[in-house]
Structure formats: C-alpha cells, structure tokens
C-alpha cells in the first residue's frame, strides 16, 4: 500500500483541482449528457504516480466537489464510478505503464476505464435518471465520444510521461 505523504496528498489534492477546472470551466458539452473534457488526465496521473487508492480518492473527490459546487444538477453518486475507474486504471496499471511507457500501454489502461466507466456503466446510470431515454441511444453517442476522448487522453498523458516532467519535480 502506498504511503500517504505530505507531498502525495498535497499532489493529489493539485490533480483532484486540476481535474475540476478541466471538467467544468474548460469542457465542451454539446449536450447534457454529452461532455467532451481532459478531466480524466489528472485522475489517471494521480493513480499511475500514487497508486489504486489515491487515484480513485481523487476520482470520487473531482466529482463530487465539481459536481456539488459548479453543477446546476448537483451530486450524484451514481456518476462517482466512472472518475473513480480512471484512477484505479492508472494505478493498476502503474508497474507495466512506467516499465515501458509506450502510447499502447497507456492507451490500454485508459480504453479500460473508459469502456467500462464512462461508455457501458454512466450509459446505463444516463439511461436510469433520464426514464424516457433508450441505454442503446447513450451507449451509441458515448462510445464515439469516448474513443475521441481516451485518444486524446492517451496522448496526452504519453508525452507528459516522455517529457520526463514527473521526474524534475520529483515524483516518479
């Protein structure tokens, strides 16, 4: 287990932030149940550099406070899964990504989450809060918004592994 320490909490709480202003002050939503945001990058980052627990912490704490704070809809917990995912997918993932950091590897662990988060679980979760909508009309629209997504996402979080960036600040 990972060892909670001053600079990892202070760390995870700059990502859980990051991860907020990424999601509701710099996202595209061309509807409401259709985002388009890097929110998932911090989330990832936080379980790939600190392990499963703090990168699913920072995942339940960037949806939870983006939701209770900025969101006309408030919180729900049943939109808490797919943040969380992200994080445990960085944080499993963490020993084969930073073994070798190839875009492959990296896109895997995020195909993972987003596949089974934000594709399959909130399509179902959409297709419960809004009663008359169809899980197969969600499950459509989300798939194609998703692969955008972790495609961007995967790059992303590729060159900032390259970058060496973690290393000059000490984290990896």
Do not use: H
């Amino acid at each position: 287990m990972a060892k909670f320490t001053t600079k990892t909490l202070v760390s995870c709480a700059l990502l859980a932030a990051l991860a907020v202003v990424l999601s509701r002050f710099l996202a595209i939503a061309p509807t409401e149940s259709v985002r388009f945001s890097l929110e998932s990058i911090p989330v990832f980052l936080s379980g790939l550099l600190f392990g499963p627990v703090a990168g699913a912490l920072v995942g339940f704490a960037e949806d939870a406070l983006g939701a209770a704070l900025f969101s006309p809809y408030g919180f729900n917990p049943l939109f808490c899964v797919p943040p969380i995912l992200y994080g445990l997918a960085g944080g499993f993932a963490r020993r084969w990504i930073l073994a070798k950091p190839t875009i492959w590897r990296i896109g895997a662990a995020y195909c993972a989450a987003a596949a089974l988060g934000s594709v399959l679980y909130q399509s179902w979760a959409l297709s419960m809060i809004y009663a008359d909508s169809i899980f197969l009309a969600f499950l459509a629209a989300r798939a194609v918004q998703f692969a955008i997504v972790a495609a961007v996402d995967t790059l992303v979080t590729w060159l900032l592994l390259k970058s060496n960036v973690f290393g000059k600040v000490g984290i990896l």
